[in-house]
């Protein structure tokens, strides 16, 4: 098992930035990849950004050039540093960590609210 917890959400007006942070503990000995989703109002959750062990990273379209994934080398964290956020990024933030055996374990989650 592998506890998550996220920080760093809040409300920042358009143009703002925010740093979303993600500790985890428990057994992480097999974790090959790590990411943020989230999920807005209405809609079905979507995969933001993945960072994989070997440090490539994806991103969906809507945040190419905005939102930039990492994690340290410990394996224990993972970090999206979003930048430029408009009012469509307003969602819940997830952030997730993959185990070669189970799949993805994700946090509760944070609110990230972009609004003038």
């Known amino acids: 098992q592998v506890q998550l917890v996220e920080s760093g959400g809040g409300l920042v007006q358009p143009g703002g930035s925010l740093r979303l942070a993600c500790a985890a503990s428990g057994n992480i000995l097999n974790i090959n990849a790590r990411a943020w989703s989230r999920q807005a109002p209405g809609k079905q959750r979507e995969l933001v950004a993945v960072?994989?062990?070997?440090?490539?990273?994806n991103y969906v379209d809507s945040v190419k050039g905005r939102f930039t994934i990492s994690g340290n080398n410990a394996m224990n964290s993972v970090y999206l540093q979003m930048n430029s956020l408009k009012p469509e990024d307003t969602a819940v933030y997830y952030c997730g960590f993959s185990d070669l055996a189970y799949g993805y374990f994700w946090g509760q989650g944070t609110q990230v609210t972009v609004s003038s």
């Open positions: 960072i994989k062990s070997d440090g490539r990273t």
